[in-house]
């Protein structure tokens, strides 16, 4: 599975970015799909997942970002995306998209759970 994310850029505190996921190689749609971030000094970080089509398609959020941001996916289009509304500056980091045919449940927060990693995307949140 070869993953490509867009979507980053500069937005002011409170604005909205959506990135982009774009999956190509083995079937999408079985495909337990998510995000994860990486400020500079800190540790990679969970941001939201999706299941495929075994996990009824459940999402899955960190306690930071709940209620902000919305994960979905289009089969159709093999994407996933991720809505960001009322951005913070401490949402800074690069973005990185992962996939994973066979996660389990009680891993779905663990990065090193995901077989497939796409090129990370820039997002900075000015105050």
């Known amino acids: 599975v070869q993953l490509q994310a867009s979507g980053g850029g500069l937005v002011q505190a409170g604005g909205s970015l959506r990135l982009s996921c774009t999956a190509s190689?083995?079937?999408?749609?079985?495909?337990?799909i998510g995000w994860f971030r990486q400020a500079p000094g800190k540790e990679r970080e969970f941001v939201a997942t999706?299941?495929?089509?075994?996990?009824?398609?459940?999402?899955y959020y960190a306690e930071s970002v709940k209620g902000r941001f919305t994960i979905s996916r289009d089969n159709a289009k093999n994407t996933m995306y991720l809505l960001m509304n009322n951005l913070r500056p401490e949402d800074t980091a690069v973005y990185y998209c992962?996939?994973?045919?066979?996660?389990?449940?009680?891993?779905?927060?663990?990065?090193?759970?995901?077989?497939?990693w796409g090129e990370g995307t820039q997002v900075t949140v000015s105050s």
């Open positions: 999706i299941r495929g089509n075994g996990g009824g398609y459940r999402t």
């Open positions: 190689g083995q079937t999408f749609s079985r495909q337990t």
């Open positions: 992962a996939a994973d045919p066979s996660i389990i449940l009680s891993s779905l927060r663990l990065a090193q759970a995901y077989a497939y």
